[in-house]
């Protein structure tokens, strides 16, 4: 089977010249793997074999090396050129098969990252779906426990392997068992499986790498796996399950461990979920890994890493560091930023002194937020604080929005306003619902929406800003409402105050509910909805207390006082929503050495400030040509009424 499989390798070659990168790739891959597996038969102690296996060893590390020279050039394609060589060398001079599986090994694994291509499953396969696809399409040859014992086996020539056999299939891997079912072996009576979903092969796969082990086997690997450290580290994910054979494990531990952990996580590999780095350990892992690929010339690489280790490892634990220790939280945030603009611009060793700094404080969020006694404490203060930071700007556009309708006497229309921030309440239900049992929001996603969401209702409040404080300076209020309002107040009017108010509560109850998702860990709950229900109370106190307080105001202050607060929120929603835009790395950053001051909007970097600074130019720009206009013409009326007076004292006069 093995020597069918490279030699439809080395058929194909030619085909394979007009294939993708990725293809050709994972071709190279295939045949390294195969010299890795098979050059101990072809050679022992110098001495040659089998001459036809030897003859086909060197001639796949000459393919291998052949197709290395035609993939695109690339800054580590010379290096692997190198190392082809030097196994070809090793084969032609008949090294000794350690040797030689070891370089082969070595250069499979480059090849892999410098042209990479999927080596693992999307998820954790279902060997119980694997076993049904066993029964369904392979027991048959294979027989029912893989002796190669089926009922079609004495037909076949060659006879279909002996898939239970433990040592041959010590030395293949879960990626080429994966390899051999996706295409299957020309002139046997394997065929590919291409026409079942790859989710499917891999399970079948798995199933595959368990038939040689027994039961003894995996009870030892799961007594191991939960104790043993450095075995935990050997296989820490699925990309190192499918790649790792029982053979090459053995060199990093010892033969019966090897086997028993190959066992047991073949059989198992959902243990690897409780061993996958999260938070500030996936941060460290991407920023690592973007200096590496800064320092090999790959900027563009560099820089997604460096987002990565924002949005997927530090952002999780915003929430939870947020509470424990803010300034903590905003100096790494702020580091974030600082990193991904050297990333972008500047030098490798200027880099590399920021991911030393990043790294230390990331060691001392690690201690932040380490479990301690004051667990419940910091769960109700974070529960209460990120509710009322986060509510106060809807709040506050609701609340304008209620005061101004009363005060034109239009309860009518206010109903919209109710229905908008009660239906943001029940789609951050929704959203709840989906982020915990069904999808997970990433941190793009929050980013965006927070980011488009904020700039939407900027724009909307700068334009309400604008109209009431026109209004607000134009004198005449009581026949304006009653003349000009009702008409104005139309079912589309009605309809967008709607959907601001949806807006503008929506944003924040998103925020809001993906902090509280990252917040809640058994233990902690009630804590957190104490903090909720108290936020809850005070923000409804607040809200009775500025509708009460608004309907006291003269009509033409309310407006005055309504249109600079809605002014301040359009800058404050400016700046945050560039600065998510940026932290979902749509938008450069450039930093710039200023505080960063949440509450109002500003981040350190020019492109928030200038945001922030159209904005409040626009609004002063407006507001004194409103002012400049009310006083032409007020000057207009008062020389109209001069001039009226003047021509009736002077018929007076005539008329005396």
């Known amino acids: ?362 060691d001392e969020a690690d201690k932040v937020l380490a479990p301690s006694e004051n667990d419940t404490v910091a769960a109700f203060i974070g529960a209460l604080t990120i509710l009322l930071r986060e509510g106060l700007e809807a709040l506050l556009v609701v609340v304008a929005m209620l005061a101004f309708l009363k005060k034109a006497e239009r309860r009518d229309v206010g109903v919209y306003v109710h229905a908008g921030w009660m239906a943001a309440l029940a789609a951050g239900g929704i959203t709840w619902g989906v982020a915990t049992y069904l999808v997970g929001v990433s941190g793009a996603s929050r980013e965006l929406t927070e980011g488009f969401s904020s700039l939407f209702a900027a724009v909307v409040l700068l334009g309400v800003g604008m109209w009431m404080h026109q209004k607000s300076v134009a004198g005449r209020w009581q026949i304006y409402l009653k003349e000009k309002l009702s008409s104005a107040l139309n079912k589309r009017t009605a309809w967008f105050l709607f959907s601001l108010a949806f807006v503008a509560v929506y944003r924040e109850v998103f925020e809001t509910v993906l902090f509280y998702a990252a917040l809640w860990t058994e233990g902690n709950g009630w804590p957190l909805l104490a903090g909720l229900g108290t936020g809850m109370a005070l923000l409804a106190l607040l809200a009775v207390v500025l509708l009460r307080t608004s309907a006291r105001l003269p009509i033409g202050q309310f407006f005055a006082a309504s249109s600079m607060l809605v002014a301040v929120l359009a800058v404050i929603l400016a700046g945050k929503g560039i600065a998510g835009l940026q932290e979902a790395g749509l938008l450069h950053t450039s930093p710039i050495a200023i505080p960063r001051i949440d509450l109002l909007g500003i981040y350190p970097s020019w492109q928030t400030v200038l945001a922030q600074f159209v904005v409040l130019l626009t609004t002063v720009v407006a507001f004194t040509i409103n002012l400049r206009s009310t006083r032409q013409r007020a000057t207009v009326i008062f020389r109209r009424r001069l001039h009226q007076s003047t021509r009736h004292e002077a018929c007076c006069a005539y008329g005396s």
């Open 1 to 362: 089977m093995a020597l069918l499989l490279a030699t439809y390798a080395l058929i194909s070659g030619p085909a394979l010249a007009a294939d993708s990168t990725e293809t050709k790739a994972k071709q190279i891959w295939q045949l390294l793997d195969y010299v890795a597996v098979d050059y101990g038969g072809a050679v022992a102690n110098g001495t040659v074999l089998k001459a036809s296996e030897y003859a086909e060893m060197q001639e796949f590390v000459a393919t291998a090396e052949r197709q290395l020279g035609e993939l695109p050039s690339k800054t580590d394609k010379a290096r692997l050129l190198q190392q082809a060589t030097e196994l070809r060398r090793a084969v032609a001079n008949k090294a000794d098969p350690a040797i030689v599986a070891q370089l082969a090994h070595a250069l499979s694994s480059a090849v892999q990252k410098a042209y990479p291509f999927p080596v693992a499953p999307a998820a954790v396969p279902d060997l119980a779906r694997g076993a049904q696809l066993f029964q369904a399409q392979c027991a048959a040859c294979h027989g029912m426990q893989g002796h190669g014992d089926g009922p079609l086996a004495t037909s076949l020539n060659p006879k279909p392997t002996a898939l239970a056999e433990h040592l041959r299939a010590r030395e293949r891997s879960l990626f080429a068992l994966h390899q051999i079912i996706s295409n299957g072996v020309p002139g046997t009576a394997m065929q590919g499986f291409g026409s079942l979903s790859d989710e499917d092969r891999w399970a079948l796969a798995f199933f595959v790498g368990t038939l040689p082990y027994v039961q003894s086997d995996k009870t030892a690997g799961a007594k191991l796996w939960q104790t043993n450290g450095q075995a935990r580290q050997t296989v820490a994910n699925l990309e190192a399950l499918t790649q790792t054979s029982e053979h090459v494990l053995a060199d990093k531990l010892d033969e019966p461990s090897a086997k028993a952990l190959t066992a047991y996580l073949r059989a198992n590999p959902s243990a690897l979920d409780a061993n996958k780095p999260k938070g500030t350990a996936i941060a460290k892992a991407k920023l690592g890994e973007s200096v590496v690929a800064l320092q090999n010339g790959d900027r563009a690489t560099a820089a997604k890493l460096a987002l990565s280790a924002y949005l997927d490892g530090f952002e999780p634990v915003e929430p939870a560091l947020a509470t424990r220790n803010r300034p903590l939280f905003e100096q790494i945030e702020a580091a974030m930023v600082s990193y991904r603009a050297l990333v972008a611009n500047g030098t490798p060793a200027e880099v590399q002194a920021a991911h030393q700094q990043l790294h230390g404080l990331l």
